[in-house]
């Protein structure tokens, strides 16, 4: 289900960063007291109500500003402003209505975005000061009184994006279509790939990192089943993203995953497994996705009869924090065994939703303990009095123990590999959280 985006803007200084780290509930973003600290977009989840979304931080805007950083900062921000479904406009109590911050007004006005007005540094409890009542001269509603620092009126600022949000059409979004992404480092034929499925040039190729700038969706309906194909740019390192269009593409590609239900990994077979690879992977793995290995331009490899085999057993050391991944050789340019990936797509995807049965998951765990005993320390053995599965995608696991300590990560790995060898759950990852008892639900 795709996460609607928040992005909060405003003039350096007016603690942007403090309030976002308040939302997320950790220190994402760097706090201090100098304008321009910030300067690309950070993202993180926020919950409210039962209701989730993306947040977006960004950089201070000075409207008149055209130096270099400040131009770029504001470049950045205007990008947050146009992939945001609602926008938090934060200014200053202390400095009251700025000219900077009527031109921020009249900018968030011409983008026809909804907007929420917050009024930051109100740090006294009690009835709000009389300067408040003068930022409604920005024609953008009822400004919100609130503490970064202390949270003071975070609530009703919650309260006001929730209500702005439409939720409803997220939820109801075609369960029956699978979500998929096509992740990877550039040029590795993620576009060629959705353009040979679609059969048509829908998405721009050539021979050049970056084409892709932003995440196209394209839904597909064949004899497989019903597809949403999600084409991202590519995901290069860190200190060669340069221009704010291309870091603008990795904040795309990175929600595109989150809203995704399958990850195809894209590795190009004429160059081989790249650190950035792990990276990609990583991310996908970390967001519990079921994942696809998938290995291009295999025409344009020189090959005998042992080439696919050896080239597996490498990237099955390479991936071997996930290898649960399938890996498959394909072709975007011939078609070769695009239909086969269709399949793997609709049985991984099927796999990350399985559900066990809590009595099948204690036969199993039975005769798990029973054949390799739990580990002790200082005469304390651990007991595992039993498991459920607790949700899906990806299927986590509580286990109830004497001891979590006890519960090292070679024994849980054991747990997870016996219930990968009993009930399949092929390609997707595995979360198994030990639980003392007597511990909060």
Known sequence: MSKPIVAVVGRPNVGKSTFFNKMIGQRLAIVEDTPGVTRDRIHGNCEWQNHEF????TGGIDPES????????????QLAIEMADCIIFLTDIRSGVT???????????RSRKPVVLVVNKCD??????LELYDFYSLGLGEPYPISSVHGHGTGDVLDAIC????FDSA??????????????????GKSSLLNYILGEERTIVANEAGTTRDAIDADVDNKFGKFTFIDTAGLRKRGKVEDGVERFSVVRSLAAVERATVCVIMIDATVGFTEQDSKIAGFAHEQGKACIIAVNKWD??????KTMDMQRKKLMDDFSFMSYAPIIFISAKTGQRVDRLFDLIKYVDGQNALRVTTGMLNDLLARATARVQPPSDKGKRLKIYYMTQISTR????????????????????????????????EGTPIRIIPRERGEGK
């Open 54 to 57: 993306m947040l977006i931080d």
């Open 171 to 188: 939820a109801n979004e075609d369960e029956e279509r699978t979500s998929v992404a096509l992740i990877g480092r550039p040029n590795v």
């Open 394 to 425: 990806p299927p986590t696991f509580v286990t109830f123990v004497n001891s979590r300590q006890l519960f090292h990560f070679s024994y849980q790995r054991y747990i997870e590999n016996q219930i990968r060898e009993t009930f399949g759950l």
């Open 99 to 109: 000219a900077n911050d009527m031109d921020i007004a009249n900018m968030l006005m």
């Open 300 to 305: 344009a490899i020189e090959k005998d009869g």
């Open 66 to 77: 055209d130096s270099g950083m400040l131009l770029y900062i504001r470049q950045q921000a």
């Open 163 to 166: 209500e702005k949000l439409d």
């Open 124 to 129: 006294a409890l009690g009835e709000p000061p």
